[in-house]
């Protein structure tokens, strides 16, 4: 059965992401999007794929779940690093794109409590509607009935609120909550430490932030010790700031358009997926950091990263991160017998035929949800610094 997985499924991976990238750009021509050119277009098209590969990883992981009863990374290499690897790759944006304000402080200083509230935005509307579909699921699973004391119920409910930073306790004695949405949200708790500890980070780059954004820092220090955070997860944001500070060079920027850099870039992958069975290690993650270094710099993999259906992908990526581990629950666990124990090809057929399921929600989550949040926020920006003397 494991063998299956490395022999027939990358024809399944490749259709889907044709489908996904179909999907995209179907729905770009009905209803064309509004939003500002990418400043960034690497970065944006490579965080489209990035989602679309998590998928894939947890659709594989189901197949497996639905068969052994247990979750785990898939036997393959490549499954496996759709997942990891594009989790190490997101950390590394979120570095790059902090670290790169954090180097241009002296030149427009950082105005930390708009940069607050604008994560806050981006994050929060989004997470807390996932909220609202896993606590719905939980109540249905359970047949709406109260099988927790109302208390440990709210309580644990609230620790779930709090971007799981203190933990995703099962809810309503339902075993196994968080693969609801496939266990995603412990990748945001791991943001909103990186983004407390940002202050303190400053301070190494000859920048005093406010007293009261340092004991933000110190706050972040503290959570992340209580959810016993790993350094080596910590670690990953870092190869963001590799990446801020090669980005400062127009040298090294022009190497990294160069098509002989797309070229190193494929070759990385390759051997990251051949060498190393998981991205959690100093040396895959160290590997990893040199292709996004290069994107980083204006590579955009030979033109993969930087069209418009690769931007759109990265428009709604967090909306797929978010969401598709619900619509693959809801799929898998509700709508189809889990102990049907599908064929392999069966489980991509269906699987396949999710993905505009999840592309569209996706589209329609960020279009009423995501936008709309941040337009509040750089609304409320912009009324501040009119304000403002």
């Given at each position: 059965?494991?063998?299956?997985?490395n022999?027939?499924?990358?024809?399944?991976a490749?259709?889907?992401?044709?489908t996904?990238a179909?999907?995209?750009?179907?729905?770009?021509k009905?209803?064309?999007?509004?939003?500002?050119?990418?400043?960034?277009?690497?970065?944006?098209?490579?965080?489209?794929?990035?989602a679309a590969?998590?998928?894939?990883?947890?659709?594989?992981?189901?197949?497996?779940?639905?068969?052994?009863?247990?979750?785990?990374v898939?036997?393959?290499?490549?499954?496996?690093?759709?997942g990891?690897?594009?989790?190490?790759l997101?950390?590394?944006?979120s570095?790059?794109?902090?670290?790169?304000?954090?180097?241009?402080?002296?030149?427009?200083?950082?105005?930390?409590?708009?940069?607050?509230i604008?994560?806050?935005?981006?994050?929060?509307?989004?997470?807390?509607?996932?909220?609202?579909?896993?606590v719905?699921?939980?109540?249905?699973?359970t047949d709406?009935?109260?099988?927790q004391?109302?208390?440990?119920?709210?309580?644990?409910?609230?620790?779930?609120?709090?971007?799981?930073?203190?933990?995703?306790?099962?809810?309503?004695?339902?075993?196994?909550?968080?693969?609801i949405i496939?266990?995603?949200s412990w990748?945001?708790a791991?943001?909103?430490?990186?983004?407390s500890?940002?202050?303190?980070?400053?301070?190494?780059f000859?920048?005093?932030?406010?007293?009261?954004?340092l004991?933000?820092g110190?706050?972040?220090?503290?959570?992340?010790?209580?959810?016993?955070?790993?350094?080596?997860?910590?670690?990953?944001?870092?190869?963001?700031l590799?990446?801020a500070?090669l980005?400062?060079?127009?040298r090294?920027c022009?190497l990294?358009?160069?098509q002989?850099?797309?070229?190193l870039?494929?070759?990385?992958?390759?051997?990251?997926?051949?060498?190393?069975?998981?991205?959690?290690?100093?040396?895959?993650?160290?590997?990893?950091?040199?292709p996004?270094?290069?994107?980083a710099?204006g590579?955009?993999?030979?033109?993969?990263?930087?069209?418009?259906?690769?931007?759109?992908?990265?428009?709604?990526?967090?909306s797929v991160?978010?969401?598709?581990?619900i619509?693959?629950?809801?799929a898998?666990?509700?709508?189809?017998?889990?102990?049907?124990?599908?064929?392999?090809?069966v489980?991509?057929?269906?699987?396949?035929?999710?993905?505009?399921?999840v592309?569209?929600l996706?589209f329609?989550?960020?279009?009423?949800?995501?936008?709309?949040?941040?337009?509040f926020?750089?609304?409320?920006?912009?009324?501040?610094?009119?304000?403002?003397?």
């Open positions: 059965m494991w063998l299956a997985l022999q027939s499924s990358y024809l399944a490749i259709a889907i992401l044709a996904i179909l999907t995209v750009h179907l729905i770009e009905c209803a064309p999007s509004k939003d500002s050119p990418a400043h960034l277009a690497s970065i944006d098209g490579l965080r489209g794929y990035l590969f998590v998928f894939l990883h947890h659709a594989s992981i189901w197949y497996f779940y639905l068969h052994t009863g247990i979750w785990r898939p036997p393959s290499n490549l499954f496996t690093h759709f990891e690897s594009s989790v190490v997101f950390f590394m944006v570095g790059f794109l902090y670290f790169s304000k954090l180097f241009a402080a002296k030149l427009r200083p950082i105005d930390w409590r708009k940069l607050y604008s994560r806050l935005f981006r994050l929060a509307p989004l997470y807390f509607f996932a909220l609202l579909l896993l719905l699921i939980v109540a249905i699973k709406g009935q109260l099988k004391a109302p208390l440990d119920l709210l309580a644990a409910i609230a620790r779930w609120a709090g971007f799981s930073l203190f933990g995703t306790p099962d809810i309503n004695g339902l075993e196994g909550t968080a693969l496939a266990g995603v990748s945001i791991y943001e909103w430490v990186f983004y500890l940002l202050p303190l980070s400053a301070c190494a000859g920048i005093r932030p406010p007293t009261r954004w004991l933000l110190w706050c972040g220090i503290i959570i992340a010790i209580g959810m016993h955070a790993a350094p080596k997860i910590l670690g990953m944001f870092l190869g963001g590799v990446a500070a980005v400062r060079s127009k090294f022009q990294a358009r160069h002989v850099s797309s070229v870039c494929i070759a990385c992958l390759v051997v990251l997926v051949i060498l190393f069975r998981s991205a959690y290690h100093f040396a895959a993650v160290a590997l990893l950091t040199i996004f270094a290069l994107i710099g590579n955009n993999l030979f033109g993969l990263l930087s069209n418009a259906t690769a931007i759109a992908m990265g428009r709604i990526s967090y991160y978010m969401l598709h581990g619509i693959l629950f809801v898998f666990d509700m709508v189809a017998a889990p102990q049907a124990s599908p064929s392999l090809l489980h991509w057929a269906n699987t396949l035929l999710l993905t505009p399921v592309v569209v996706s329609l989550s960020f279009r009423y949800i995501e936008r709309p949040a941040m337009e926020a750089s609304a409320c920006a912009r009324r501040r610094e009119n304000k403002s003397p």
